[in-house]
């Protein structure tokens, strides 16, 4: 072969290679990681708290009656059960009328709401005027006793919210009740629990109330 021919192929296959190698397709970039996403801590859920057991009925309540014992909701009576009895003297002076109050319980008493009510000679009762509006019974509550009243003990006292202004005129007699007493504790000088009976004292009330049954426990 000639020297001319020689170098042709050479050079055919030089220029056949350049082509070639421009002809390469570029090199893809890799893409770049994901970003890391900074991670959120999720608290778990906290337990809701067990609800509080509703309080028991006291063990201790008196004879006939049930509750848990508190003013709110004190151990409740029925009928003609009483606590304490309550005569007026027929004696009213100028801080109102007298009563005679006797603890019938076997528990000191502290607390006590009384109510009052007026009658006329034919034994009709009486509305309370005073400086208020027209009602059928008068009431007065708190520690009304002047300390504590000792199982059995007899004392005599005037109430400070039935004043001899709150008599009506024409009045006969006057009745009164005690609806509702705490019984002190052991310091006396608190009231440990209550106690009440909402059936003596209804806004209409004959003369003589609830009377106990013969042979009834007092």
Request: positive net charge.
């Amino acid at each position: 072969m000639s020297v001319a021919k020689q170098t042709s192929k050479v050079l055919l296959a030089t220029l056949l290679g350049a082509f070639a190698l421009g002809c390469e397709e570029p090199p893809k970039e890799e893409s770049a990681p994901p970003k890391a996403t900074a991670s959120v801590a999720v608290k778990a859920p906290t337990a809701a708290p067990k609800p509080k057991p509703p309080p028991k009925p006291r063990e201790d309540c008196p004879e006939g009656s049930s509750g848990i014992g508190t003013f709110d909701k004190p151990c409740e009576g029925s009928g003609d059960a009483r606590m304490m009895e309550v005569e007026w003297t027929g004696k009213t002076e100028e801080k109102g009328p007298k009563f005679a109050v006797t603890n019938k319980s076997d528990k000191p008493i502290l607390h006590g709401t009384v109510v009052a009510y007026f009658y006329d000679k034919k034994g009709k009762q009486l509305e309370v005027t005073g400086k208020d509006k027209p009602r059928p019974k008068q009431t007065c509550s708190g520690n009304i006793f002047a300390g504590q009243v000792k199982p059995g003990e007899k004392i005599y006292v005037f109430f400070s919210c039935v004043k001899k202004s709150h008599i009506p005129e024409g009045t006969d007699a006057i009745e009164a009740e005690v609806k509702t007493v705490g019984f002190a504790d052991e310091t006396g000088q608190k009231n440990e629990f209550y106690w009440k009976n909402e059936d003596l004292v209804p806004d209409e009330r004959p003369k003589g109330g609830l009377k106990k049954a013969k042979g009834k426990k007092k």
